[in-house]
């Protein structure tokens, strides 16, 4: 099993920048592929990021794609998400998620393990 814990939330003007991170538990890291998942209020999860195990390959919704950047260091049992021109309608919940497969996955059903979550607010 692996505990995450997100940090690095808060309230950003649009246009601004956030980096979130997730620290995870256990010296198993580097096992599980991760992923970045957001929620806003009467909206569903939706996937943001995900990256495989050692980093070799990442993958992006088309609606972040060239503005968000996921990363992970295994040393330090953590994954990152660089969030640049933020917008308002990103403002949500962000969560981050860990499987033990190594194949991308964009639906929330595929990852086992989650996060508390991080609020994102992104004014106008």
């Known amino acids: 099993q692996v505990q995450l814990v997100e940090s690095g939330g808060g309230l950003v003007q649009a246009g601004g920048s956030l980096r979130l991170s997730c620290a995870a538990s256990g010296r198993t890291f580097s096992s599980y592929l991760m992923g970045w998942f957001r929620q806003a209020p009467g909206k569903e999860r939706e996937f943001v990021a995900a990256i495989s195990r050692f980093g070799a390959s990442t993958y992006y919704a088309d609606s972040v794609k060239g503005r968000f950047t996921i990363s992970r260091d295994n040393t330090k049992n953590t994954m990152y998400l660089q969030m640049n021109s933020l917008k308002p309608e990103e403002t949500a919940v962000y969560y981050c998620?860990?499987?033990?497969?190594?194949?991308?996955?964009?639906?929330?059903?595929?990852?086992?393990?989650w996060g508390q979550g991080t609020q994102v607010t992104v004014s106008s």
């Open positions: 998620a860990a499987r033990k497969m190594n194949t991308i996955e964009t639906q929330p059903g595929g990852y086992a393990y």
